[in-house]
């Protein structure tokens, strides 16, 4: 229970002092390969993770707009291992899409990430879909 007759506030720089805010690193050793992972990104690059992944599942071409939602885990899945770790996708779709989905990289990177971030940008790509898919129904 707090004491009101104190209030004792924690100043930003007291909660600075005891927060890590730097970036973390973990060194995954998968199948062979030095994999840096970072436990979070930015926040401005996890605006820019959103709209990656909006554009990979949506389309406007001459005023129509198209929705795919069905590409979302596939786009979440490359932005995770593009943005959080030192992995340079091959540029063909089809390598990325059997890579991502044969073997087990992006569970190797995400058991590297922070669950709680991951699953702000997930929930936030969900919730703009879902307004695309309102707006063109």
Same mark, same amino acid.
């Not at 786009?75 to 992995?87: E, K």
């Not at 922070?114 to 940008?121: G, K």
């Given at each position: 229970? $707090?004491?009101s007759t104190e209030n004792k506030y924690v100043e930003p720089e007291q909660l600075l002092s005891v927060c890590n805010l730097d970036d973390?690193?973990?060194?995954?050793v998968w199948r062979g390969l030095n994999i840096v992972v970072r436990n979070m990104i930015k926040i401005e690059e996890t605006l820019d993770m959103v709209n990656s992944i909006?554009?990979?599942?949506?389309? !406007?071409?001459?005023g129509v707009i198209n929705c795919y939602p069905e590409l979302?885990?596939?786009? $979440? +899945?490359? !932005?995770? $291992? /593009? +943005? #959080?770790? !030192?992995?340079?996708?091959p540029?063909?779709? +089809?390598?990325? #899409?059997?890579? /991502?989905?044969?073997?087990? /990289? #992006?569970?190797? $990177?995400?058991?590297a990430v !922070?669950?709680?971030? /991951?699953?702000?940008?997930t929930n936030?790509? +969900?919730l703009c879909l879902e307004g695309v898919y309102r707006q063109i129904k």
């Open positions: 229970m $707090v004491d973390t690193y973990k060194t995954i909006m554009e990979a599942c949506t389309s !406007n071409k001459d979302m885990d596939f786009a $979440v +899945r490359a !932005n995770v $291992v /593009l +943005r #959080y770790s !030192n992995v340079h996708l540029a063909d779709t +089809r390598e990325q #899409y059997m890579i /991502l989905y044969g073997t087990d /990289l #992006y569970d190797t $990177v995400c058991s !922070n669950d709680a971030q /991951l699953m702000s940008i936030a790509v +969900r």
